[in-house]
């Protein structure tokens, strides 16, 4: 059988602790049903952020939609639902890192939270009957990134022309942005990604275990490709100058000028890269 990429390989070491730590800590972590939930908005945030500053929103048992803000301001809603669990026992939290926004769902008194992301104290004991989950809503406006990151939940970009980084563990992650770039990891979920514009990204990653990956580009697209699945194929609209063998798996080589590197790898899927009309 043939053996999963060393980037893959390096992807699930770096993953599965935070599965592990998850699923032993959260038995909360299944999303809840819509039917049968209760619901509360629990957060709105409006403000101002500097074009070229970022707003970061770190959740960890719920899902992360964003859409293009028509106020020319940040804005932020969060919706708890639960069934069975305590909604008081999550909460929100607001700091400020200079010009940039980080929002976090913290599920324990000892949790923190920064741009890197959200932190426990060692030994805590979560409420395994606490099934609360937290769906944010992000409207940002052209010019700010959006750095999202989840556990248990999917992420949705539509409508924007901005920046963004989509990370998840348990869903998959939709983004579409007539400005870019994007970039966007999960491990069990599909990847389709749009873009624009590069800008000026000189990398650009989308990784998966369990999931296809499809990725839309502009047609003056350029960069060095590395591609490559265990279980499905890759295929591509664009002509590439190709590097080594080809195969049906894995395809290395250049696109155009090659200005940007693009890698894109999954085990269980298909990598495919579409070029806009």
């Known amino acids: 059988m043939t053996r999963p990429s060393s980037a893959f390989s390096m992807l699930v070491r770096r993953?599965?602790?935070v599965v592990v730590a998850v699923c032993a800590t959260l038995a909360l972590a299944l999303p809840v049903s819509a039917q049968d939930s209760r619901r509360e908005n629990?957060?709105?945030?409006?403000?101002?952020?500097?074009?070229?500053h970022t707003i970061f929103v770190k959740n960890i048992n719920g899902g992360v939609e964003v859409e293009r803000s028509p106020s020319g301001r940040v804005e932020v809603t969060a919706e708890k639902r639960w069934r069975r669990g305590n909604p008081e026992d999550v909460r929100i939290e607001l700091k400020k890192s200079g010009d940039d926004v980080v929002i976090c769902a913290l599920w324990s008194e000892g949790?923190?939270?920064d741009e890197r992301g959200i932190r426990s104290e060692r030994g805590m004991r979560w409420n395994?009957?606490?099934?609360?989950s937290v769906r944010f809503t992000v409207r940002v406006p052209e010019g700010v990134r959006a750095d999202l990151a989840t556990v248990n939940g999917g992420i949705e970009v539509?409508?924007?022309?901005?920046e963004v980084r989509a990370n998840?563990?348990?869903?998959?992650?939709s983004a579409r942005s007539a400005g870019g770039p994007v970039r966007a990891k999960t491990v069990n979920g599909s990847i389709n990604v749009s873009m624009g514009t590069l800008?000026?990204?000189?990398?650009?990653?989308y990784e998966t275990v369990?999931?296809?990956?499809?990725?839309?580009?502009?047609?003056?697209?350029?960069a060095e490709l590395e591609l490559s699945t265990v279980n499905g194929r890759v295929s591509t609209d664009f002509p590439i100058t190709v590097s080594g063998t080809l195969s049906p798996r894995r395809l290395r080589g250049t696109v155009g000028d090659g200005r940007t590197r693009l890698r894109a790898s999954t085990v269980n899927g298909s990598v495919t890269l579409k070029r806009a009309n």
């Open 15 to 17: 993953v599965a602790p």
């Open 42 to 52: 629990a957060f709105t945030w409006s403000g101002s952020i500097p074009a070229g």
């Open 111 to 113: 949790s923190t939270c």
């Open 128 to 132: 395994d009957r606490n099934d609360v």
């Open 158 to 162: 539509t409508g924007v022309s901005t």
């Open 168 to 173: 998840t563990v348990n869903g998959s992650i």
């Open 199 to 205: 800008g000026s990204a000189q990398d650009l990653e």
């Open 210 to 222: 369990n999931g296809g990956i499809v990725i839309e580009l502009p047609s003056n697209f350029g």
